[in-house]
């Protein structure tokens, strides 16, 4: 069976003044109902661009993008990238869902939370503004939002940023989308409402059995909630597999950097966390060779000056397992023993 969604050498640059910032680069991934993939990598990396072409969000007149973006649909595959604007227009919010990293922004302060879930659910439904309402609220109760009837009369800005989150997400999935995209949707919350709002991503994936894709920075947060994940630099996947070979067998020194950089229960104790050293390369001016050298500790094992001149190719260095990097695995293996001491 095919994969929901599937992405083909996509690619998003903008021209600038400056020159063109290459801000997605030949990116290739797929996702499959009831399959969380997460996006991984700092900011600027390219997740989110990523995401808005898959959504036709981009402006076409200020973007240059090319590849695919297939949704297989039960009607027959639409390329989202080449589609008409209005095929996509009709297949946001009903096949593919969005939920955006500020709710409070994405939520319009002048209206009630009811009348915007219900604007919502009205686009591809035929019902009275009560029965919008009505859905409005059944989808709030069911998001963990208490006294539902109520709150559905009340304005953005009588709720916690916890609690919009909860919204959006109501918004992103009142009519029952395939695929779900949630761009940084722990952002700004305490740890207590991060773990509350990931479990109930998880629910709610069980509930409609949808393809989710999650967008963070953080690789702590994906530990419990991922299948499967893509490390993302510089605008290039440089790692993508499943979640436990990322964290267990990390094939790329930017990942391994990453885990390096977040607490572990069972690292060494008295372990200091270690950072990346030095800044991401700007996008419109890469390096010739690998993007990641300059912040590399470990490409002048690399005989031949090859990471400063020849980009690697993303390669399948085990079944699933692919990773864009010179090393070979003996010196990868000796690069993981860093990785909480004990990989």
Same mark, same amino acid.
């Given at each position: 069976?095919?994969?929901?969604?599937?992405?083909?050498?996509?690619?998003?640059?903008?021209?600038?003044? $400056?020159?063109?910032? &290459?801000? !997605?680069?030949?990116?290739?991934?797929?996702?499959?109902?009831?399959?969380?993939?997460?996006?991984?990598?700092?900011?600027?990396?390219?997740?989110?661009?990523?995401?808005?072409?898959?959504?036709?969000?981009?402006?076409? &007149?200020?973007?240059?993008? *090319?590849?695919?973006?297939?949704?297989?649909?039960?009607?027959?595959?639409?390329?989202?990238?080449?589609?008409?604007?209005?095929?996509?227009?009709?297949?946001?919010?009903?096949?593919?869902?969005?939920?955006?990293?500020?709710?409070?922004?994405?939520?319009?302060?002048?209206? *009630?939370?009811? $009348?915007?879930? !219900?604007?919502?659910?009205?686009?591809?439904?035929?019902?009275?503004?009560?029965?919008?309402?009505?859905?409005? *609220?059944?989808?709030?109760?069911?998001?963990?939002?208490?006294?539902?009837?109520?709150?559905?009369?009340?304005?953005?800005?009588?709720? !916690?940023?916890?609690?919009?989150?909860?919204?959006?997400?109501?918004?992103?999935?009142?009519?029952?989308?395939?695929?779900?995209?949630? $761009?940084?949707? =722990?952002?700004?919350?305490?740890? *207590?409402?991060?773990?509350?709002?990931?479990?109930?991503?998880? $629910?709610?994936?069980?509930?409609?059995?949808?393809?989710?894709?999650?967008?963070?920075?953080?690789?702590?947060?994906?530990?419990?909630?991922? @299948?499967?994940?893509?490390?993302?630099?510089?605008?290039?996947?440089?790692?993508?597999?499943?979640?436990?070979?990322?964290?267990?067998?990390? @094939?790329?020194?930017?990942?391994?950097?990453?885990?390096?950089?977040?607490?572990?229960? @069972? /690292?060494?104790?008295?372990?200091?966390? /270690?950072?990346?050293?030095?800044?991401?390369?700007?996008?419109?001016?890469?390096?010739?060779?690998?993007?990641?050298?300059?912040?590399? =500790?470990?490409?002048?094992?690399?005989?031949?000056?090859?990471?400063?001149?020849?980009?690697? @190719?993303?390669?399948?260095?085990?079944?699933?397992?692919?990773?864009?990097?010179?090393? =070979?695995?003996?010196?990868?293996?000796?690069?993981? &023993?860093?990785?909480?001491?004990?990989?």
């Amino acid at each position: 069976m095919k994969p929901f969604l599937e992405v083909k050498n996509l690619s998003v640059s903008f021209p600038t003044e $400056d020159g063109l910032v &290459k801000a !997605s680069n030949d990116i290739s991934f797929s996702v499959s109902r009831g399959e969380t993939l997460a996006v991984v990598g700092e900011s600027g990396s390219g997740k989110s661009v990523t995401s808005l072409a898959v959504m036709g969000l981009h402006n076409r &007149k200020s973007a240059i993008i *090319t590849g695919q973006a297939i949704l297989n649909l039960n009607s027959g595959p639409v390329d989202t990238i080449s589609a008409p604007e209005e095929v996509v227009r009709k297949l946001r919010g009903k096949s593919m869902a969005m939920i955006f990293q500020d709710p409070m922004s994405a939520l319009h302060p002048y209206y *009630t939370i009811g $009348d915007q879930l !219900s604007e919502a659910w009205r686009l591809y439904n035929e019902g009275s503004k009560a029965a919008g309402i009505k859905r409005a *609220t059944e989808m709030l109760d069911l998001v963990g939002i208490p006294a539902a009837a109520k709150r559905v009369r009340e304005y953005p800005h009588q709720f !916690s940023g916890g609690m919009r989150q909860r919204v959006m997400i109501a918004m992103a999935l009142i009519n029952n989308p395939s695929l779900l995209i949630a $761009d940084e949707p =722990t952002t700004a919350l305490d740890v *207590t409402v991060q773990s509350q709002i990931l479990q109930l991503l998880r $629910d709610m994936q069980k509930e409609f059995n949808m393809a989710v894709i999650l967008i963070t920075h953080d690789l702590g947060v994906v530990a419990e909630v991922a @299948d499967r994940a893509c490390v993302m630099y510089a605008g290039k996947i440089v790692e993508q597999s499943n979640i436990e070979e990322i964290y267990y067998k990390p @094939d790329h020194p930017y990942t391994i950097g990453l885990l390096n950089s977040i607490p572990r229960l @069972d /690292q060494i104790e008295g372990r200091r966390l /270690q950072a990346i050293p030095g800044q991401p390369p700007s996008l419109i001016s890469l390096p010739a060779g690998c993007a990641f050298q300059p912040r590399c =500790t470990y490409s002048h094992l690399v005989p031949g000056n090859l990471c400063r001149t020849q980009v690697p @190719d993303l390669n399948e260095k085990f079944a699933g397992h692919f990773s864009r990097c010179h090393l =070979t695995e003996a010196q990868l293996i000796e690069a993981r &023993k860093s990785v909480g001491g004990q990989l």
